[in-house]
């Protein structure tokens, strides 16, 4: 093996190097999904009537206008942000990267 393959691999695999990536990779994670959770329930909260004994009452409304624009949840979630000029093409484009 190439030394400077084996010393790149060695570096990354020191025991506090792979620690602190795994960390900083669990916390990312962490934030990315909570993100997507935020973006989907928010929505879903703007569109509740009220509450029941099962839990919110979700408006109609939410499968017309959200739900029927893409299968995903979240992209129709997204999708309809953009329909009301709170993201652009730009803010989902970084979405999207990450």
Known sequence: MDEKIRASWERTLHPETL???????????????MLKSSIVEKIEDFFTNGFEQNGPLVSPEYKEKVL????SPLYASLKWLQGMDAINAEDMGKFEHN
């Not at 620690?19 to 999904?33: D, G, H, L």
């Open 19 to 33: 620690k602190t990536n795994i960390i900083t990779a669990s916390i990312f994670s962490m934030a990315f999904e």
């Open 68 to 71: 029927s624009l893409n299968k």
